[in-house]
């Protein structure tokens, strides 16, 4: 297939007149030579070739060996291509081709597990993201054949396509103009090196951005910097280790000795250091002399324990590694992020294979590392009462009561006889003419019961004086009034919301406000203005506060590091996200972090074909250090999307499609006027001019964009 695509776009380069029709002719004469030929032109033509793409054309060239594939079979192969019209038809005509073809083969061969929550785009939805984004830019006079984009979830690489797809149609610029937003401009990360090596591949074939393509997990951002004590220690044994790797008689590390040594004079700044920079040589360094000593390490099996114990702690390089060495070296116009993240990252919940449980990983995360208020447990509340109000809690209870004037009881306490101290309770008893000598504190509750028919008081019904009342009964009052039942759990309610908000003068805590800590590392990028402080235990472990969050809600917090300040991001996401009572911690963290721009709520099943009824939207973010706290945003609930959504291989059905009016009602709100020319007058009444009113369906959308078969 490499060869097959490979030289459909040789014949488009040249300009063909008929590309298909000279590509059938060369497939009559195909070979095992021309294979190997074509394979190896594409590694001659690519001197700095990405390793995983040099992994795929080797994976290839091995399938082509004589004893794995017999010449009849390639008769076979041919013959039956060359009567394929629909795969011809769709390659003249489809944009990106190879991402359809790949994630075609995928859904049957299992490289996506359905478990770990990844399920392919849909087209349409794709497009509806990429118009969507893109009408900002032209809104904004944005240049976008200079706007950096990342997609960290980017399976085959179609979000990236159909984004130069779009700036190629709509700014009409020449392939060569265009093979530079794909090489400075398109980058993507996929977890699969499989997946990532069909990437690679697929960005050569649109316009080589090939060398943009990584290997990784996007969630580990920091990488070795995590396992700060472990580090610290290396850089203790260092100059002796150092030592004892020389007496290696090889030749390769002897020519290494005297680089390590060089590096190990610059990063012995960073011992005992708890604030670190990333963009600091320093840093940049340690990587650096990290990723050689595990190298020599797995060739020579170094017995060093320190080592040993990073090296088992290592399976991707991070993302850190990854932009600052690699990237920014090569396009340092994204040394301060990106301009543009458009991605689909896993999503859902329910199953361990969603759920990020690594500590090391959580704690690079603020929604793991920080608390909300609002989220904080009747436990942890008395914790920091202690610590940042320096008060025993039942003092610190009495004296809120006060300030809250309780005096008297009420229903709403919901405090019960059971709960009365014995003066309170013979009082209550004398009152309702219930004798209380010689009587047990369980016969005068059970007496009172029978007389009432309750259990508990009503208003008015007894005076309270505060600072008379036993502890416990303060105890048993402040849970009732200074705490919220939320789903079986005692949270703070919103005076002691405003109590504990007003001391601290923020509405997350972090774990310093909470426990005691053995050691802590800040970790700032003064590139982008990130920092992160991570808490460490006496066992050197991370402090967190929460032991598990779902992949999709961590990945919402890591596309922002991504960006740059006023960065745009664009992401799928479970609808449970956006209303869920439980996840109302993730909104406030968009909230303070970002301002959100809009938001496409799509039905049940639209990504059906994917293999997941989860209903999902897409959601776009902008990062800003000040938010403001009040603004619009844009909603749409399209109900069709131009396809049929019950049934698992989702045909077409473009006579059905809402998207077209969801885009024009957002460039509208955009200030860019309606799509169609029957609606461009703004004096025009929209349910008269419009279409899709008329049709279920939107004709800009269908022949521009979507260019579906009419």
Not at 394 to 416: A, C, G, M, N, W
Not at 425 to 454: C, F, M, W, Y
């Amino acid at each position: 297939m490499l060869t097959v695509l490979d030289k459909y776009k040789e014949k488009k380069s040249n300009e063909s007149e008929d590309p298909i029709v000279e590509l059938k002719k060369d497939l009559e004469k195909l070979d095992r030579r021309m294979m190997e030929q074509t394979l190896q032109k594409i590694k001659r033509e690519h001197s700095n070739i990405n390793p995983l793409l040099e992994r795929l054309i080797n994976e290839s060239l091995n399938a082509i060996s004589p004893e794995r594939l017999p010449e009849a079979k390639i008769e076979r192969v041919k013959q039956r291509l060359l009567r394929a019209d629909k795969f011809f038809e769709g390659l003249e005509r489809e944009e990106d081709f190879i991402g359809l073809l790949f994630e075609t083969l995928a859904a049957h061969s299992g490289v996506f597990d359905k478990k770990e929550g990844r399920f392919f785009t849909p087209k349409n939805i794709i497009l509806t993201v990429v118009e969507m984004i893109g009408s900002i830019f032209e809104a904004k006079d944005v240049d976008v054949t200079k706007v950096s984009v990342c997609d960290p979830c980017c399976g085959s690489g179609r979000y990236l396509v159909h984004w130069a797809n779009r700036i190629k149609r709509e700014y009409e610029i020449s392939d060569m103009e265009l093979k530079k937003v794909y090489s400075d401009n398109l980058f993507g990360i996929d977890i699969s090196p499989e997946v990532a090596s069909w990437a690679t591949w697929n960005m050569i074939f649109h316009g080589d951005g090939a060398t943009n393509i990584e290997n990784a997990d996007s969630l580990n951002w920091y990488g070795f910097l995590v396992h700060w004590n472990l580090i610290q220690k290396l850089l203790e044994e260092l100059p002796s280790e150092l030592q004892k790797i020389k007496r290696i008689r090889q030749r390769d590390v002897g020519e290494a000795i005297n680089e390590l040594k060089e590096m190990a004079q610059i990063v012995d700044d960073l011992k005992e250091k708890n604030e670190i920079d990333l963009e600091s040589e320093e840093v940049k360094t340690l990587f650096r002399l990290l990723d050689k000593l595990i190298s020599l390490h797995h060739k020579y099996n170094i017995k060093w324990p320190t080592l040993e114990e990073l090296s088992k702690r290592r399976d991707f390089k991070s993302i850190s590694e990854i932009v600052k060495l690699k990237w920014v070296k090569e396009h340092p116009h994204i040394k301060n992020g990106f301009d543009l993240i458009i991605t689909n990252p896993p999503f859902g919940r329910g199953s361990q294979d969603l759920m990020v449980t690594d500590p090391y990983i959580l704690c690079q995360y603020k929604l793991a590392t920080e608390l909300w208020l609002g989220d904080i447990s009747k436990e942890l509340a008395e914790k920091l009462i202690e610590k940042q109000f320096e008060m025993d809690v039942v003092d610190f209870y009495r004296k809120s009561l006060k300030e809250l004037k309780i005096r008297e009881t009420r229903e709403e306490y919901e405090i019960k006889f059971n709960d009365l101290p014995s003066k309170l309770l013979k009082r209550l008893a004398q009152k309702h003419g219930i004798p209380t000598k010689g009587k047990s504190k369980k016969e005068i509750v059970d007496a009172l019961k029978d007389k009432l028919n309750r259990e508990i008081l009503i208003d008015g019904e007894l005076s309270l004086s505060i600072d008379s009342l036993p502890d416990s009964f303060i105890k048993k009052l402040a849970s009732r009034i200074l705490y919220d039942k939320v789903g079986g759990k005692s949270k703070v309610g919103e005076f002691l919301y405003s109590k504990i908000q007003e001391k601290l003068g923020r509405e997350w805590i972090t774990v310093e406000d909470v426990y005691d800590y053995s050691t802590k590392l800040t970790i700032k990028d003064s590139a982008t203005g990130d920092e992160h402080t991570i808490y460490y235990n006496e066992d050197g472990e991370p402090i967190l506060f929460k032991e598990a969050l779902p992949k999709q809600v961590v990945f919402l917090e890591e596309f922002l590091r991504f960006v740059k300040e006023g960065g745009y991001v664009f992401t799928v996401v479970d609808t449970g996200v956006l209303s869920n009572s439980e996840d109302e911690y993730v909104r406030r963290f968009l909230y303070r972090n970002s301002r959100i721009h809009a938001i496409v709520e799509f039905p049940h099943n639209a990504f059906k074909a994917a293999g997941t009824g989860v209903k999902t939207a897409v959601i776009l973010y902008q990062k800003l250090r000040n938010p403001p706290e009040d603004y619009e945003i844009f909603g749409a609930l399209p109900q069709h999307l131009g396809y049929v959504l019950n049934k698992q291989d989702t045909p077409p059905d473009p006579d059905h499609n809402d998207l077209g009016k969801v885009l024009c009602d957002w460039r509208f709100y955009l200030g860019l006027g309606r799509m169609c020319e029957p609606c461009k007058d703004p004096n025009s009444k929209i349910e008269e001019c419009c279409d899709w009113y008329k049709k279920g369906y939107c004709p800009v959308w269908r022949e521009k964009i979507e260019r579906a078969d009419l």
